[in-house]
């Protein structure tokens, strides 16, 4: 397993990715697909901030931060997203995507990470605590998807 920073040509495989986990999955309230071009300009303009898992010559993975909120005030704050193919699961990609990028938002200054889930997502809730991650909130009813209201799960960790 290759953890690196994204480049253009890794766009295709971030849509696919991310595109599955939109159409079928509850771990993103969003239902808009993501095109190539928009990872292209994100991958552009995340540079390291944005690193792929590479296994076997193939991306089974992804993982990215972006601003928490806008105003100067929220600078040093960002919010993460991950995903993986389910190819990738238990091979240790989340934890090393992870590292990857908590380690390059450190080094740019980011002071406080933070993860949005989705409350059905257990898994990740699991997954974000066992890195540190600190629930903070709860917010009821926020995301709709699937003819569904769900929560939304805000946890923190400081870098």
Known sequence: MIVRAATLSDAPS??????????????????????VTELEAQISERGAGFQVAENKGLV????????????????????H??????KA???????????????????????????????ENEAGVRFH??????????????GYKFNRWMDLILMQKFL
């Not at 990215?64 to 040093?76: D, E, K, L, V």
């Not at 997203?81 to 389910?86: K, V």
């Open 14 to 35: 971030v849509a696919d990715i991310w595109n599955a986990e939109i159409r079928n999955g509850v771990t993103t309230f969003n239902s808009r697909e993501k095109t």
């Open 60 to 79: 089974v993975g992804f993982a990215t931060y972006f601003p928490f909120r806008g105003g100067i005030g929220y600078a040093h704050s960002k919010e």
């Open 81 to 86: 997203t991950i995903y993986l193919s389910p």
């Open 89 to 119: 699961q238990g091979l240790g990609a989340g934890r090393a995507l992870m590292d990857a990028i908590l380690s390059v938002a450190k080094e740019n200054g980011v002071h406080s990470m933070m993860a949005g889930i989705s409350s």
């Open 129 to 142: 605590a066992a890195l540190g991650f600190k629930h903070v909130a709860r917010i009821p009813e926020v």
